[in-house]
């Protein structure tokens, strides 16, 4: 759970005849073995910057009903875990 889920960016090399991917590192380094092809996934350069999005504030949580149900939920897994 705490290893890195994706590896890279790599720059494609070339393709093996055996339908799998040479790729080198930013550094240079090239892999000494293929990838399949099922495990890249291209990398998209983000154009637009981020800074610039508007996030509207977060609408206030006021709502009893919801606070309520959700307690009620969580008691009675609280009592069906104790009948076991």
Do not use: W
């Not at 990838?35 to 999005?53: E, G, H, K, N």
Request: no cysteine.
């Amino acid at each position: 759970k705490i290893k890195p889920r994706y590896l890279g960016p790599y720059i494609v090399v070339r393709q093996t005849k055996g339908e799998s991917y040479v790729v080198r590192e930013l550094s240079g380094a090239v892999s000494r073995r293929g990838i399949a092809a099922f495990r890249l996934i291209p990398y998209v350069r983000r154009t637009a910057d981020l800074s610039d999005l508007s996030i509207p504030p977060n609408p206030p949580v006021n709502s009893e009903s919801n606070s309520d149900a959700s307690i009620s939920t969580q008691s009675n897994t609280d009592s069906d875990s104790d009948s076991d």
